[in-house]
């Protein structure tokens, strides 16, 4: 059974920014591409070693982006709101691995 | 009508994220990979199985199992609930690639679409096409992640691109033409066929056809007047054929929506709330496409099994949540109190463009329509259903817009309200 865990809490996160990431057909006009390195949560230090999925969420107006992360031993998904530059930790899943 | 084979070179491509949703979902979190896993619309028993893992299926997990029968099948299955923003992402991901090749894309559901490149090969696309599939399904590997499969089929016509673009599950790239189109044909059942599912298999097998090859060589008169006994007989000659068929655009004739209820013993100010929030949903629907209705439907499946509906069509167009909702009541108002309602649906039809931007001479008209762009701008802005009627808030947090299996016309109203 899925071990989700609703957290919905502010996290302090270091992340990497690269400009025109990727083969060469993207990179016209491709914008700063973000990747979440590291996230500090309740007094531990979470190194992400892949990025699941990055996808914009529409609320109301505003936009934010989602990103699915993983650091080896959970998922993590965190929120970025590129208009205030806040990082939220909204959940974590675990008890996948055997 | 044609009764040789195309001949042409193949130009239409079919692409198809199978198990879409599952291996989005695969793509998201990696710790999902390699492991069977079912998409449901709830987290519920009977909840439907929407989209299943390669590694579920080969437990014998399908598409439209309860969620409970897929749980007896594969034990260790893990389920979760959909999560429309995320196939938006990749849906919106694979349109802009595949636009990049050709103006001619039609998408046919969330995880299909269609490529035509007729009139693009002599100055844009040069390259042969199974080497623009391949770069297809490097882009998508490339834009959206590593864990992303697509099957690609080549043919002169979207039937054979699509019957080609099935044969080599999860990950392949096959063509069809008329070289080798009976071979192909030779490898599959007539079920394996689009649009050929059992009772289609039984016309066909009326008439002594029991296999696709049979079927490619029977004529177009056996097919029109004792197969189908309609003109779909010689559509289906033509299709197996390679001729294009099937190259339609359909108009919307009805827009509505509908729910099984949350509660099987529901009292009746529960299920008037419940329409309320349909009546709400039809509207929305309605103004994004920018519709007005003067036919109205409503029809309740019973909890012993009986169905009831009642139609009526109006004098008068209607758009606004309001006016729907009171003609809906008045039909609903009518229904036999057999047993509990366990579904409800509301259907607007004789649909006609709507003529809310002419200022009418009536005040009231005017007031209408200018309520009914503020509400919606209001709803547009905070999310959908924020102003609502006050019969259908609690039936807000009941009625979710769920993925739809089909078309993609509502995709953004999902997204706005997920």
């Given at each position: ?98 | ?64 199992m309860r969620l409970s029968e897929a749980r007896d099948l594969a034990p260790d299955l893990i389920a979760i609930e959909t999560d429309p923003p995320k196939y938006h992402y990749v849906y919106q991901q694979l349109v802009r690639i595949m636009k990049s090749y050709s103006p001619k894309v039609s998408m046919k559901s969330i995880d299909e679409g269609i490529i035509d490149f007729h009139g693009t ?298």
């Open positions: 059974m899925e071990n989700n865990v609703h957290i919905n809490k502010a996290v302090n996160v270091v992340a990497f920014y690269f400009k025109n990431a990727g083969p060469a057909y993207r990179q016209a006009g491709s914008r700063l591409k973000c990747f979440p390195k590291r996230m500090e949560y309740d007094g531990r230090r979470v190194e992400f070693t892949e990025t699941g999925l990055r996808h914009p969420v529409q609320k109301g107006k505003s936009l934010v982006h989602v990103f699915d992360m993983t650091d080896g031993n959970a998922d993590y998904r965190l929120e970025f709101d590129a208009q205030n530059l806040d990082w939220k930790l909204v959940s974590i899943a675990d008890a996948f691995r055997a | 009508m044609h009764s040789e084979l195309n001949e042409e070179q193949p130009q239409i491509l079919h692409i198809d994220l199978n198990s879409c949703f599952a291996t989005v979902e695969q793509q998201a979190r990696p710790s999902l990979r390699g492991r069977p896993l079912g998409v449901t619309n709830r987290l519920t028993a009977n909840a439907c199985v929407v989209a299943a893992s390669f590694e579920a299926k080969e437990q014998g997990v399908k598409v439209g090969r002599e100055n844009i696309n040069k390259r042969p096409l199974t080497v623009i599939g391949y770069e297809i399904k490097k882009r998508l590997r490339d834009d959206v992640g590593s864990w992303m499969r697509c099957n690609i089929g080549i043919a002169p016509n979207r039937f054979l691109a699509k019957t080609a673009a099935s044969l080599h599950k999860p990950d392949g790239l096959d063509v069809i033409s008329h070289t080798n189109l009976r071979k192909t044909l030779a490898g599959l059942q007539l079920t394996d066929l689009t649009g050929i599912a059992e009772r289609n298999e039984a016309r066909l097998n009326a008439c002594g056809i029991y296999t696709p090859l049979q079927f490619l060589d029977a004529s177009p008169k056996i097919l029109r007047n004792r197969a189908f006994k309609s003109i779909i007989g010689e559509d289906w000659h033509q299709r197996l054929r390679g001729w294009e068929v099937d190259d339609n655009e359909w108009s919307t004739k009805t827009i509505g929506r509908q729910f099984v209820m949350d509660d099987y013993q529901a009292p009746d100010e529960k299920v008037r709330s419940r329409l309320a929030h349909l009546c709400e949903s039809t509207g929305l629907k309605m103004r994004h496409k920018g519709f007005c209705a003067r036919g109205l439907a409503v029809y309740i499946r019973y909890k012993g099994g009986d169905y009831w509906s009642s139609r009526k069509a109006f004098k008068s167009s209607f758009f606004s949540n309001s006016e729907i909702y009171r003609r809906a009541t008045l039909l609903f108002n009518q229904h036999p109190r057999l047993d509990y309602v366990v579904e409800l649906g509301v259907t607007a039809y004789l649909l006609e463009p709507s003529g809310t931007n002419q200022v009418s001479i009536l005040e009231d008209v005017n007031k209408e329509v200018w309520l009914t762009e503020a509400v919606d701008e209001i709803n547009q802005r905070f999310g959908n259903y924020t102003v609502t009627f006050a019969s259908s808030a609690d039936a807000k947090g009941k009625i979710k817009q769920k993925i739809p299996f089909g078309s993609t016309r509502y995709f953004e109203l999902l997204i706005q309200e997920a």
